[in-house]
């Protein structure tokens, strides 16, 4: 058994981590069918599961070697091989940081919920641990018809979690965040299927595995034409039906409007999770599949999606600003954070893609750790509206600390995880897109502003409302949440290279196989703008 043990976790254990979760709720289901289980049972299960995971991504990290150059850890079988699918899973400095953001959010929000849920409990804690399993799957995996199974198998879980857990527009929201994302993954699915027939054209052998690591060369190998050929063989098409699936769930301006309601009718657990690592699942899939594989098309559409990154940074901002809904205000601070990271990573440089990737990561940590502490308020005053709170530091001082120090982390305080993330991609973005850099800067005096208002108007100021008065402070296990929240925003602040360094190869290879597949891209001018389609020829 123990020789056994050692193999699975030798050889297999980003599969280990995956199917975790999944493999827990199952025996707890099948155990519940047999004999019956109480709640508390499933729930200290379903915590312990989680935990195992976050060690297991812990013994990961420490397996992985940043100065080793491709993909570590590979664990590849063939799955349907007369279509060439297989099981691929592997990763690199991205997948790494984005993995062990997941591993760690979950034993947290569920620690956060536990109290919270009281309806239907197994099955929340079912969907939970599901959702988690679909999420790692699709950081780690390196076929593109895995990939697409896991991206799929999140829309489930989370189409439940908000659509029985949710408020009183539960239906509305959670209807509106299926058909968006669903339209976005079909049409991802008509890219993939496209792509898999490109390369059984180009060498004869039908395969989805976006790397060369089973027999046949791999889908990044793949030369795919700018023109001539059939239009729907190009890259510009392709790029746009990946590139709409991604923007979907980023998501970007216009395709947000599914954001704010899916977070305000969300539990607290699923809106934790929903910001803190699904979205992050877009922005992903821009780094791992929209620029390696299509860099001209992507090079040439930078502009326009800048542009839009630009858009979504002052619009989610200056929304956010008018908001009365607490929740919905940090819901829409989310549509200007991503705006940043998308603006990071069509930079198209090593500081601006790196400082993307590190702000993804932020970015679930600090706006995660606000929906909990918005959700912790909430289960004491049943009421999110900001005007019926003020003075709230003299009932509840820990709380009115947490909430701050999470303020000023997405806020972007030097010394805190957020100026890392947002200092890199500003540096990138100068580097070659010098207006939108300054324009995006706007962005982080706005947040600024709605959010230290938002501090000013709950937390400071006469105790108004006699409710407030008598508000209980918080407990030792919501006090644990928020500590292991603070640690990761301290951590990063003051000592980025443990999670950079992580990615500096995986990032300098990105850029590499881009400029080789896509020479146009040194020749990238520092003042080419957002908002202009054309390039600057060599010799201008």
Same mark, same amino acid.
């Not at 299926?178 to 792509?195: A, E």
């Given at each position: ?21 999944? $493999? ?22 379903? %915590? ?181 050929? $059939? ?25 947000? =409007? ?20 699904? /979205? ?92 909990? /502490? ?32 999470? =303020? %000023? ?72 949440v928020a500590v292991a929240l603070v640690i990761p925003m301290v951590w990063i602040g003051v000592h980025p ?12 290879? /990105? ?30």
């Amino acid at each position: 058994m123990d020789a056994f043990l050692d193999s699975l976790l030798r050889d297999h254990l980003l599969t280990v981590i995956t199917f975790l979760p999944l $493999a827990t709720v199952l025996v707890l289901a099948l155990a519940e069918g047999v004999a019956g289980l109480p709640e508390s049972v499933w729930k200290w299960t379903s %915590l312990a599961s989680s935990l195992l995971g976050a060690a297991l991504t812990l013994v990961l990290w420490q397996r992985f070697d940043p100065a080793a150059s491709g993909l570590q850890l590979v664990e590849h079988t063939a799955w349907i091989p007369d279509f060439g699918i297989a099981y691929t899973m592997g990763v690199d400095g991205i997948a790494l940081l984005l993995g062990a953001l997941t591993s760690f959010l979950l034993p947290i929000v569920l620690v956060a919920a536990w109290s919270d849920i009281t309806k239907r409990v197994r099955s929340f804690l079912f969907f939970m641990m599901a959702l988690q399993t679909g999420m790692l799957g699709a950081f780690f995996a390196l076929d593109l018809f895995l990939f697409y199974v896991f991206w799929e198998t999140m829309l489930i879980p989370m189409y439940f979690i908000i659509g029985i857990w949710g408020g009183p527009r539960r239906i509305y929201a959670t209807v509106k965040f299926f058909i968006y994302t669903m339209v976005g993954s079909l049409l991802m699915l008509v890219g993939i299927v496209v792509l898999a027939m490109l390369h059984q054209q180009q060498f004869g052998s039908l395969t989805f595995e976006y790397y060369g690591i089973g027999p046949a060369t791999g889908i990044l190998d793949l030369a795919i034409p700018t023109e001539g050929g $059939a239009w729907w063989q190009r890259q510009s098409f392709l790029f746009g039906v990946f590139a709409l699936a991604f923007a979907i769930k980023v998501p970007m301006f216009p395709f947000h =409007t599914w954001l704010p309601d899916a977070h305000v009718e969300a539990p607290t657990a699923g809106s934790a999770v929903l910001a803190g690592v699904l /979205l992050k699942l877009g922005t992903f899939g821009f780094v791992r599949y929209a620029l390696p594989l299509f860099p001209q098309a992507a090079l040439a559409y930078a502009p326009w999606i800048v542009g839009l990154a630009l858009v979504g940074i002052t619009y989610g901002a200056l929304v956010a600003m008018v908001q009365s809904d607490v929740k919905k205000l940090v819901a829409y601070s989310s549509v200007s954070h991503m705006g940043f990271i998308v603006l990071g990573l069509f930079a198209m440089n090593p500081q601006g893609i790196s400082g993307a990737v590190l702000q993804m990561v932020n970015h679930g940590v600090s706006t995660g750790a606000l929906f909990i /502490l918005v959700g912790m308020i909430y289960e004491r005053r049943h009421v999110r509206e900001i005007d019926a709170f003020g003075g709230l530091a003299r009932s509840m001082p820990v709380f009115a600390t947490f909430f701050m120090i999470a =303020t %000023l982390s997405s806020i972007g305080l030097p010394g805190l995880n957020g100026f890392v993330g947002e200092f890199l991609i500003l540096l990138g973005a100068f580097q070659r897109l010098r207006m939108s850099a300054v324009i995006a800067t706007s962005g982080v005096i706005l947040s600024a502003v709605y959010m230290l208002w938002a501090v000013r108007r709950v937390f400071f100021g006469p105790l108004v409302h006699e409710a407030n008065r008598v508000l209980s402070d918080l407990s030792a296990r919501e006090k644990l949440v928020a500590v292991a929240l603070v640690i990761p925003m301290v951590w990063i602040g003051v000592h980025p290279s443990t999670f950079t360094n992580p990615l500096d190869r995986a990032v300098t290879e /990105l850029i590499e196989n881009m400029t080789k597949r896509a020479p146009d891209m040194a020749l990238q001018a520092p003042e080419r703008e957002a908002g202009t389609a054309t390039h600057r020829e060599a010799g201008e």
